[in-house]
């Protein structure tokens, strides 16, 4: 192997986006990255911390709530759900964390009854992982069980016999997800109320493990924001109206005595279901906002002036990964990269990587500006092509600030214009028409 090939593999993998700094919580999340990776105040100042605010509401408020975390793909959600955790740690809570994708099929639609029963039991299995017991007497599943074989009618499918199956069926088979939507809707209140019934349960197991009678107990549902539709149109306005029905119409339903949840949830809901964050704990939806890399919203004609402390701080992530980033990039193509990337975490590491996996086949250093066009070309073809109702939308927007809701704009561009805005931040916009394109910047406020 040549050493350039050797030395452009350490680099390709320390940037990579898929794995977030986990502050040593390896019972959490297993193998993250260590806290030496993490870059504070990447996304604001230590004044305007979302996270630290969510921890001190969970920690003032004698009873337990439900809160809303937010934010779009790519801003290192799960990173700082990890920074809660250990903050919440400190603060004496036992904390656990589940990922929905290993739970839910995150591309079909969700309904009360198959989000509570993925949530318990996901709640369920990581007790029983930590305590190496099930909690509850009966267990979670075997009430589960016990339940739909009473008062549920299955025609096509039988209920699985263990949680295992139960889960992958859930899961991978739409056909049971499904029925068992279909099947439960009659006795949503009922399933409620068995899940309440073992959320006091575990609570009191936890504490028990734990000999601390009224320690705070915090379950984080990660991945949930990531829902969304695919195939046609009417397929993705179904799964955005699941996930508005769930968090909206059923918010008192995703509450449990004793325990509190952290849920994330997909950005859109900010349109979608006005005055959502006000009926739960909080009173607002926290939003991580992506990194600020525009100094404010220009004039019309104008460029954008860069904000040279977002562009030190996106430089800081690629530093902390590799030091040595200097022999293979300019300080331009990295501020470049941070500028094109919207301060979109993923897409600023994912830009880079390519063009890194690129370089090898020139193998010259630096890499080239062709090189990094390429990247930026590879990334910017996911947003193709563009709606024509959402390119007169981009058009208005590049001309003032986007003060309302744009109805027939996909969810994915309205969300990303109304999260700017709900951090009292200006979210601006350029539409390039002309190359078929979008560049989605945040700026600070003007």
């Known amino acids: ?62 009873s337990a709530g439900a809160y809303l975390f937010t934010g779009n793909r790519g801003t290192g959600k799960t990173t700082e759900l990890l920074r809660l955790a250990t903050i919440l740690r400190e603060y004496d809570c036992e904390v656990f964390y589940a990922d929905m994708a290993d739970y839910l099929t995150l591309t079909q639609r969700i309904e009360v009854s198959d989000f509570l029963i993925s ?48 889960k992958a069926a859930l899961q991978q088979n739409p056909t049971f997800k499904e029925q068992l939507q279909e099947k439960t809707r009659g006795v949503v209140e009922q399933l409620v109320k068995q899940a309440r019934e073992f959320a006091v349960e575990a609570v009191q197991y936890v504490r028990g493990q734990r000999a601390s009678p009224d320690r705070k107990i915090v379950l984080i549902v990660d991945s949930v924001e990531r829902l969304r539709g695919v195939g046609d149109s009417d397929d993705i306005r179904e799964v955005f109206k699941s996930a508005e029905t769930v968090f909206s119409s059923h918010a008192d339903k995703l509450r449990f005595t004793a325990l509190n949840v952290v849920y994330t949830v997909p950005p859109y809901l900010s349109a979608l279901a006005g005055a959502l964050g006000s009926v739960y704990a909080g009173g607002r939806i926290y939003a991580l906002p992506s990194v600020h890399i525009y100094a404010r919203r220009p004039a019309p004609g104008e460029e954008p002036t860069p904000y040279a402390e977002g562009l030190a701080k996106m430089r800081e992530v690629v530093e902390k990964r590799f030091p040595q980033w200097r022999d293979f990039f300019t300080e331009a193509q990295l501020a470049r ?110």
């Open 1 to 62: 192997m040549s050493e350039l090939r050797a030395r452009a593999r350490i680099l390709y993998n320390a940037l990579n986006f898929d794995t977030p700094v986990n502050f040593g919580q390896d019972e959490l999340v297993p193998q993250g990255l260590g806290e030496d990776k993490y870059v504070d105040n990447l996304h604001g100042g230590a004044e305007r911390d979302p996270v630290q605010e969510l921890a001190n509401q969970i920690d003032l408020s004698e």
């Open 119 to 166: 949530v318990l039991g996901a709640f369920s299995e990581k007790i029983a992982d930590r305590f190496t017991a099930d909690p509850g007497k009966p267990s979670f599943f075997e009430r589960l069980r016990s339940f739909l074989n009473s008062n549920v009618q299955f025609t096509e499918i039988k209920v699985p016999t263990g949680w295992i199956e139960f």
């Open 337 to 446: 990269l941070a500028q094109h990337s919207g301060g979109d975490l993923r897409d600023y590491l994912r830009m880079l990587r390519l063009a890194v996996a690129r370089l090898l086949q020139s193998g010259h250093l630096p890499v080239s500006d062709t090189l990094i066009t390429d990247a930026e070309d590879a990334v910017r073809g996911d947003m193709l092509p563009i709606a024509d109702n959402d390119r007169a939308w981009l058009r208005k927007i590049t001309t003032r600030s986007p003060q309302v809701i744009m109805p027939n704009c996909r969810a994915s561009t309205r969300s990303l214009i109304l999260l700017g805005c709900k951090r009292a931040n200006i979210c601006f916009i350029t539409a390039m028409a002309r190359i078929g394109t979008t560049c989605i910047r945040c700026c600070a406020p003007r």
